[in-house]
């Protein structure tokens, strides 16, 4: 998420007015994604989520979100009362929840990771931290304005997805949408980002929304405040932190 260099910025320019560079690859676009995506050390969220139903019914949750580099993320729910405390982990691929009204921490593993997480219309899958290189077969890409259009599958036989289509912004190689098809070739979600704005010395998203289109429901996630670097250890997300207040 580092903000563009003028370097990049001149290259890019030269490219377009010359028109004789040679295309990105598949392999070359994940790294950058990587590159972007994970450029923070690490980053600590406070976050305003919305759910609207087919009715335009809504309800607010707030949680905090923790990131180190591209294979550790944990979440968690301070609010209402009903979800407080429920937690999500993924430790380099090994993802866990706590249901506090349980006393209780699951393993997500298998098919499982298809589900819903608390709720909301995120797959346990589409909450996993791990890079894109790391998870992603690229099939097409395609460039088209300020943006490449990336067409991958996922490398998890488990996945319930039968591709996925990335538009990534060239000025600093960060997605803005995601398209997920399930296994009949229908689109099923849809993730979208906007509001980029600068965070310390890296770029972030702050509105963010996923929607299943079958159900016509939406999770709207609003970043209220955001810290990067902050010196998170590697101890600190684990099954213990998930339980803690």
């Keep these: 998420m580092k903000k563009t260099i003028c370097f990049t910025t001149v290259f890019l320019a030269l490219i377009t ?7 990105i690859s598949g392999d070359e676009l994940l790294k950058k994604l990587d590159d972007a995506e994970y450029a923070a050390k690490d980053t600590v969220a406070e976050v305003k989520m919305v759910l609207e139903d087919s009715e335009g019914r809504t309800s607010e949750r707030s949680l905090k979100m923790y990131q180190k580099g591209h294979d550790k993320r944990l979440i968690k729910f301070e609010s209402p009362a009903d979800v407080k405390g429920i937690a999500f982990l993924d ?16 393993r ?12 909301t219309d995120f797959a346990h ?56 098809y399930d296994k009949s070739g229908k689109k099923a979600k849809l993730f979208e980002r906007k509001d980029f704005r600068d ?23 609003v970043v209220e405040s955001v810290k990067c670097d902050t010196g998170l250890k590697n101890r600190f997300f684990s099954k213990r932190q998930l339980k803690r207040h």
């Design 125 to 180: 899958d589409d909450l996993s931290s791990e890079s894109f290189s790391g998870r992603l077969d690229v099939s097409s890409v395609k460039e088209e304005g300020d943006h490449f259009f990336m067409e991958a599958k996922e490398k998890d036989e488990d996945t319930r997805y039968s591709k996925l289509v990335f538009s990534i912004r060239k000025k600093d190689f960060m997605f803005d949408r995601v398209e997920y």
């Design 199 to 221: 965070a310390g010395k890296y770029v972030q998203s702050y509105w963010a929304q996923m929607t299943d289109l079958k159900k016509n429901h939406k999770t709207t996630m």
């Design 17 to 23: 007015a010359t028109g004789s560079a040679r295309a």
């Design 108 to 119: 997500i593993a298998g098919h499982v990771k298809n589900e819903n997480f608390a709720g």
């Design 91 to 106: 430790d380099e691929g090994k993802m866990y929840v706590y249901m506090p009204a349980f006393h209780k921490i699951r």
